[in-house]
């Protein structure tokens, strides 16, 4: 294999777990609206949304395992998860006041910031990512910063 054959497959695999987090906060997102179980929304999630088409344009094709770790963590450590982000919030805004995608985001990225895997730094950035696609024109990403900012300099202090 040739550097840039590597460098394309890295950049390839880099992108399918992005992909991966995006579909994370999309699942959380629906079993939390929906009441759907883990199991249900996984599987419509591997066989009909990853690599579809989706208003025209196709989606890309998730880091399968990527993602259903996202999805499991994310419910096996809700509350941990949740009351870490709500020490991340203002005594204002409670998490039950959080906009659902935005829980379903936190959540996600809560297990990427208690784990091992992912840097935190690296973490941030892919959820503000995340953030963008759905909050385009909003001030939801900058929100979604300070908030993980703050969670993972309390789960990860070392990092920083």
């Known amino acids: ?7 394309q497959s890295g950049n ?5 777990k992005s992909a991966s987090r995006l579909y994370a906060v999309q699942a959380l997102f ?3 609206h929906s009441g759907q179980t883990i199991d249900a929304v996984t599987a419509e999630f591997l066989n009909f949304r990853f ?3 989706y208003e ?5 094709d998730g880091d399968i395992s990527h993602f259903k770790m ?3 963590r994310a419910v096996d450590h809700q509350a941990e998860i949740d009351q870490m982000t709500d020490r991340a919030l203002v005594a204002r805004w409670p998490l039950g006041r959080i906009d659902p995608t935005l829980r379903a ?13 992912t840097p935190p730094r690296v973490a941030i950035t ?4 995340v953030a963008k696609a759905f909050f385009e024109d909003g001030d939801e990403p900058k929100f979604v910063n300070a908030v993980l900012d703050h969670m993972a300099k309390e789960a990860k202090p070392e990092a920083f």
Do not use: W
């Open 30 to 32: 629906q079993m939390e």
């Open 56 to 60: 025209g344009a196709e989606m890309i």
């Open 126 to 129: 892919e959820y503000v990512d």
């Open 105 to 117: 985001l936190f959540r996600a990225a809560g297990v990427e910031l208690i784990g091992r895997d």
């Open 51 to 53: 690599g579809e088409t």
């Open 70 to 72: 996202l999805v499991e």
């Open 1 to 7: 294999m040739t550097q840039t054959q590597s460098n």
């Open 12 to 16: 390839q695999r880099r992108k399918m």
